[in-house]
């Protein structure tokens, strides 16, 4: 559990069925940016770029369904009552688009690995840390989970300012300071991070509790 001296006045919770308005009000109409509904990373491209028809309606089902199953497959932040940033954090095997990747495909046989694959911060909420509290959660939460190993994707943008659509893997800066390192570099810009977390332990496990209670 973390507490609110931690995170300020954030309470920061994994996604369940029982917060899936919440999380529909946070990505809003277009699935936090042209109809993803975070499912980028877990179809095909071709079966991605059809669902996103139609503001991606298709998307938001083939995810919602996902939060059905009982996968917990990232956490929610609100403050106030208000949700307000998201981190997608699971077991790497449920990102295909990851293990194909030419860039980003596993390393090595290290099990059980989680992955950070995406940040979403509403708009008027950016800049204030929320990422970097959802991050040290999402650590927290792999933990907690049996993971081995947590690894993330972020971008390598040095000082180059870019808009927050194309920063939503996060940014090196901000895992080398939650206390990640450079694993491996196949293209400049696009590195694979790591932390070690715990030797042994099983992905998966039984539900999680809350990082914080929802606030209700």
């Known amino acids: 559990m ?4 931690e995170y300020g006045d954030l309470l920061i919770a994994p996604l369940t069925e029982a917060h899936w308005r919440d999380f ?9 940016c042209a109809g ?16 996103c028809a139609g503001g991606g309606a298709a998307n938001r089902e083939a995810f919602r369904a996902v939060v059905g199953s009982g996968a ?4 929610l932040a609100w403050r106030r009552g208000e949700p307000m940033g998201w981190v997608a954090v699971a077991p790497r095997e449920d990102y295909g688009r990851v293990l194909r990747s030419p860039v980003h495909k596993p390393l090595d046989e290290a099990a059980p690995v989680y992955a950070i694959t995406c940040f979403f911060i509403a708009r008027g909420y950016r800049g204030q840390g929320v990422a970097d509290a ?12 049996g993971a081995a190993v947590v690894e993330a994707y972020p971008l390598d943008v040095r000082d180059e ?9 996060g940014s090196l800066k901000q895992f080398e300071r939650a206390g990640f390192s450079v694993a491996a570099r196949r293209r400049p810009s696009r590195p694979i991070v790591r932390k ?8 998966g496990g039984g539900p999680s ?4 209670p929802t606030p209700r």
């Open 196 to 203: 070690m977390l715990q030797q042994g332990g099983t992905a």
């Open 72 to 75: 917990q497959p990232g956490l």
């Open 161 to 169: 300012r870019r808009p927050p659509a194309d920063m939503w893997r």
């Open 134 to 145: 959802l991050l040290d959660a999402a650590v927290a939460f792999a933990r907690a989970r």
């Open 209 to 212: 509790k809350p990082v914080r």
């Open 2 to 5: 973390i507490s609110r001296r």
């Open 24 to 32: 529909e009000r946070l990505f809003g109409p277009r699935g936090a």
């Open 36 to 51: 993803c509904w975070c499912m980028y990373l877990r179809t095909t491209g071709k079966r991605f770029d059809a669902n």
